[in-house]
């Protein structure tokens, strides 16, 4: 499936939060949390072979799984060589919250407000698991519980192919996310963030709602490109101050 030059594919916009049913799917999912928490880091190559030993499965499963995340965008491989986790540039960083700051803020212009009780409780229901997720220290918990949270509102836009861009960026985007996710300031950050989205849904102000989408999204940006900017300084040879 081809990839545009952001490395965005098509996504299914009615699929829905389903626990993963297959060999490969549940692989998928347990490399990309490995991704979204930090364990591995940007360029960590993904091998079959140690694959293979840690999941227990085929070498036709492993690389099926490795496929779906690179049809995501989230996984690189090229020819005769490992697959890797993707590393972003400062550039491919920039232009992608770019797209993603233009359409999240559409998004939130068409949301009619004050939103339905019914839409705003589902919402809150959904804020509810995040913040016990939070309490609990479970990141497997806060990652899933944050995507649902936010194409929970952005369904809301009424237009499905819009959330479906959404939500396929903010998948291209979970490398980006892993320095971000652990931090306890960040997620204490998003919390706050998250409650003033719903606050504003109760209104009729989207001017303030698409700006607080938008400014959601920016200190996890800013926390990846300071990561890319720490990786290029030279480090002193040792025994030098």
């Known amino acids: 499936m081809p990839l545009s030059p952001l490395g965005l594919r098509p996504a299914d916009p009615l699929?829905?939060?389903?626990?993963?049913a297959t060999a490969?799917?549940?692989?998928?999912?347990?490399?990309?949390e490995d991704i979204v928490f930090g364990?591995?880091?940007?360029?960590?190559?993904?091998?079959?072979?140690?694959?293979?030993?840690?999941?227990?499965?085929?070498?036709?499963?492993?690389?099926?799984?490795?496929?779906?995340?690179e049809r995501i965008g989230i996984v690189t491989k090229e020819r005769n060589r490992s697959a890797a986790v993707r590393t972003f540039s400062p550039q491919d960083v920039l232009e992608i919250h770019d797209v993603r700051e233009m359409l999240q803020r559409q998004a939130a212009l068409r949301i009619r407000?004050?939103?339905a009780a019914a839409d705003v409780a589902r919402i809150e229901g959904i804020e509810a698991e995040y913040e016990q997720h939070l309490a609990?220290?479970?990141?497997?918990?806060?990652?899933?519980?944050?995507?649902?949270?936010h194409d929970a509102v952005f369904a809301l836009?009424?237009?499905?192919?819009?959330?479906?861009?959404?939500?396929?960026?903010?998948?291209?985007?979970?490398?980006?996310?892993?320095r971000s996710l652990a931090d306890a300031e960040d997620r204490a950050r998003a919390?706050?963030?998250?409650?003033?989205?719903?606050?504003?849904?109760?209104?009729?102000?989207?001017?303030?709602?698409a700006e607080i989408c938008v400014e959601h999204m920016r200190s996890r940006r800013d926390t990846y490109l300071a990561f890319l900017a720490a990786q290029k300084k030279p480090r002193r040879p040792r025994g030098t101050r």
């Open 113 to 115: 407000l004050p939103a």
């Open 15 to 20: 699929a829905g939060h389903e626990e993963p």
């Open 191 to 209: 919390r706050s963030e998250h409650r003033t989205i719903i606050g504003l849904m109760k209104g009729n102000d989207n001017w303030a709602l």
């Open 39 to 69: 364990r591995l880091l940007p360029g960590a190559p993904l091998r079959e072979e140690k694959l293979e030993e840690r999941f227990g499965h085929s070498r036709h499963v492993i690389r099926a799984a490795l496929g779906r995340l």
């Open 157 to 178: 836009c009424g237009n499905r192919h819009l959330q479906a861009l959404i939500k396929s960026l903010l998948e291209l985007t979970y490398a980006v996310r892993t």
């Open 136 to 149: 609990g220290g479970n990141l497997r918990g806060i990652h899933d519980a944050n995507d649902r949270f």
């Open 24 to 32: 490969e799917e549940r692989i998928a999912k347990a490399i990309e």
